[in-house]
């Protein structure tokens, strides 16, 4: 075991399980500076670092492996965590405190057990497993993901086993394959667990009218091969009814991966489980058990919540203080196949003495329960199907004993009828939860709004809040804006002291009252003269809406110094220029016009990291004459200098390249010269990759386009630089007409919502609804905005016209280029040396001794 | 170089108004100096007569002539250019930087004279 060196002089830290809970374990561990004591080994029998089991099912609707991962990739590596995965832990030798991996011994010190659980598949006759995997698939990990995808290829519909929370969100996966699902229940409702009767047939009704099939009080007996029939296999049910389908998912509930804990004879509850204290630990105090496989006070806790509070209590426990756990609130808000679902407290009401308000909606399977105390004073519990608008406030109350108001049945009574009474952030506590994920109070956002954190993104950064299952988002939003408000804190979002109004808001007003100038708006709704913040951001809107060429009078003075001069001002104050070299393809004689000109005007030459060639170091009055030679050469402007579409990176495809399914050059072309020149809040790139190898790092960019067999992949919002974020699936298999539809949208839409200098990643982290809302606009075009969209594409499109070549045609633009406007002749300060046989501006130092020379 | 003496006794044209931009900057050299030119055609409330100012071209900030291809306007009234290299900010009438007040540029007296630009 060669990588398992130990560090003597610590001790020795398992963590067998690397899942959500086992990984939180980590985090809090490196967070309390348990590394300086302790060498932490982590294991995991996955091959795949730790990943949100919670949102499994977004697998199958444009999250990969990696989107689904938790934390930061290189976190172990930063803290000397060593961490070893797809290993199996054979066994515990207690005796001598060690573990057994197939590679060889460890000895702990302390060892903490998170395995998880495992799913349980009732013993069912059926088909023998080794030939027929699909009659018996299970739901839990990535790989069992990709077995199902792979035996939904060829199948036309599918059986989920279960009807509970995880059955479910199994329909929602084998919906998203495309196959025809259905869920079979023991029980006679959906979800027994979280809801009563009415609740249950409330969520029936919307998950039927989704096309879902629902069979509740279904016990199946057997599972038949039916080769030759129409489907593969059919499910005889008890009382003679039976179901055809081509492949079984079993989601039958869960059991506690307790095994190596029973061989190590720790105490195991009767029906499964690692018996815990309050402090988590095991039978053997030199052992923990935290997450699903642990057992306290009788009772397995199936959530993700309650594994990371011990996961808290265990790390406290290791380096300072120990929090016992002392249970947890099984409270759950879920959206299921779409359809909201929340369980709260007791919500069956079996409280001595509870009563419920019942609001039933027949027509819209809408269900509302509220159970209250036996002097109807405080709440206890809620059930919701449907709506879980009133989640937030009803969970508030129950887990904080806040006083009921006056009618009570008002809290679950439909908002329109004069509002219902929402618990304003104010009425809440400081102790109240508002991330139970990870154990956030009101109290802990207040503090971290005290120290200085000015936008959620910060604030979710400093507290961590909404930053496990998410579900907190909204009240997280709520009171935080209260806390800023109250604070007298600016929520201003005006642009500048000139426009009070958010660049959204100022993007509608130019095109809904056709303004074509920043003077008339200016004139209309702003104040002052203007300033180096709203005029490039009005001269954007105003290029994007009307494209008028920026070197136009009226547009010119709102410019940065690069659209102004059209180049790139370097920190001498010359400029570079790059010409538009679409999708990296370039004929030779274009490369020796470019070497050419770069001889001529002795530029330092580089080529870029977007396939284009950067020419460096020319100054202000040269700028005209080289792009004279530049066009004459067959060149136009590449917009480098621009918020705008940069460039369309691209492989070479299957014009070439062996493993190639599409022509990614042309469909580069084809976008590039589609999309240049749109102004944009900030730049865009894009890349198109000729295959699944992804050559073009086409992921890392803000559209993103790989080639399948049937057609294109498309990827949005993807991002390099400083703050790296994979681009998300967003649409598979469209033919070229679609995806330049679906791009033509997602910009225009990304130009009229986004913010000022807001790339499309971080605008896709503050779109509320996220990836599924964008999808809905573009794809589903649930706004009606579709036809306007592209019509206004369409426009900017139409009227595209190469800003030096209009630029060129015009003595009075051309006038600007003088770096003196009463000499000719260039700045005497601009001093260049030659390094590697190129030249670059002196440094000080080297100007000083210059000097020197000189005199 | 134009040094044709204008009506007034010391003043020297630098420029025709014609070589100014509308609420922008050009840069003239004035005995070695480099002179940036800021041009509001209706004066800073946008209603009244036209004004001029001039300003060192050189930003000390970045040590590039870079001060006339900024971005004009107003801070809190007090009408500023943008330094287009790291963005600090200095007032067009006494080049006091706003975001470090111990940097000044230095600020020429620089006047519209029929069609000519003079410094005095």
Known sequence: MQDLTIHPEKKQLIIIGNGMVGHHCVEQLIERGATQDYQIHVFGDERHRAYDRVHLSEYFSGKDADALALGEANLHATHGVLLHLGVRISSIDRDRREILTPEGRLPYDSLIIATGSWPFVPPIPGPEVSEHPQARLVYRTLEDLDAIRHHAIHARRGVVIGGGLLGLEAANALKSLGLEAHVVEFASRLMPVQLDDQGGTALRERIEALGVGVHTGCATEEIVATPGHDYAYRMNFRGGEHLDTDLVLFSAGIRPQDQLARDAGLEIGERGGIVIDETCRTSDPEIFAIGECALWNGKTFGLVAPGYTMARTVAGCLTDVCEPFSGADMSTKLKLLGVDVGSIGDAFGTTEGAKSYRWIDEAGSGYRRLVVSSDGKKALGAILVGDNSYYDTLLQYVQNGIDLPKDPAALILPQSEGGAPTLGADALPDTAMVCSCHNVTKGAICKAVDDGCADIAALKIETKASTGCGGCAALLKQVFEHELESRGMDVDKSLCEHFHYTRQELYAMVRVEGITSFDELLEKHGHGLGCDICKPTIGSILATCWNQPIMDPQNVALQDTNDTFMANMQKNGTYSVMPRIAGGEITPDKLVALGQVAQKYDLYTKITGGQRIDLFGAELHELPDIWEELINAGFETGHAYGKSLRTVKSCVGNTWCRYGVQDSVAMALELEHRYKGLRTPHKVKMGVSGCTRECAEAQGKDIGVIATEAGWNLYVCGNGGMRPRHAELFATDIDSATLIRYVDRFLMFYVRTADKLQRTSVWRESLEGGLDFLKEVIIDDSLGLGDELERQMHHVVDTYECEWANALKDPEKLKRFRTFVNEHGGDPDIVNITERDQPRPARTNELQSLAVEIR | ?120
């Open chain 2, 1 to 120: 170089m134009s040094t044709a003496t204008a009506a007034k006794n010391t003043a020297q044209v630098l420029c025709g108004v014609h070589d100014l931009v509308d609420y922008s900057g050009v840069v003239a050299l004035h005995d070695g100096r480099q002179i940036a030119l800021f041009y509001l055609p209706h004066g800073r409330d946008r209603h009244s007569a036209p004004e001029v100012f001039g300003i060192d071209n050189h930003d000390p900030f970045s040590n590039a002539n870079v001060i006339g291809r900024g971005i004009i306007g107003d801070k809190a009234g007090e009408l500023v250019v943008a330094s287009p290299i790291y963005k600090q900010h200095f007032r067009l009438t006494d080049g006091v930087c706003l975001e470090d007040s111990d940097v000044r540029l230095a600020t020429f007296d620089v006047r519209l004279e029929g069609e000519c630009v003079v410094i005095v």
